[in-house]
């Protein structure tokens, strides 16, 4: 099974998918981070036009932990909601359309936030959920 996903088979209503342990798009991917803990991953991809993507939906797993007060080992609730628009690979000069910000403060905290695929049309789901929980975990 493989994490990504071909952008040009996206229908324009647009497509749902339903990942988890079970389909095992994930498995070998999340494995560094969750080890065997069930997860759900459910997103909808949608076409905003012929090279732009609107994905939705969320990432729902636990990651096993050390409590770094007491020290036990406990399970950290992930909860993660996905509101993205997927871009093609953009320049990284400063007159580009989708330009960086020079600093995260100086980033929006809110609505969907950018993210680019390659220039083979495809998006490499597993990376973005390997992402998006590494980024929840708490660093201690």
């Not at 036009?49 to 007491?70: H, Q, V, W, Y």
């Not at 600093?103 to 609505?111: F, K, L, R």
Request: some cysteine.
């Amino acid at each position: 099974m493989s994490s990504r996903i071909r952008l040009t088979d996206i229908p324009e209503q647009g497509k749902e998918f339903q990942w988890n342990q079970n389909t095992k798009e994930l498995n070998d991917i999340l494995e560094d981070i969750i080890g065997s803990e069930a997860f759900t991953v459910s997103f909808t991809i949608r076409p905003v036009n012929n090279r732009d993507f609107f994905m939705t939906g969320s990432i729902r797993t636990k990651a096993p932990e050390a409590c770094s007060l007491c020290g036990l080992d406990f399970k950290f609730p992930i909860h993660v909601a996905i509101n993205e628009i997927l871009i093609p690979r953009q320049p990284e000069d400063r007159t580009g359309q989708y330009a960086r910000v020079n600093h995260v403060s100086d980033a929006p905290d809110h609505g969907p936030q950018a993210v680019e695929y390659g220039e083979d049309f495809q998006f490499n789901m597993g990376e973005y959920v390997h992402e998006a929980i590494g980024l929840a975990i708490p660093f201690n």
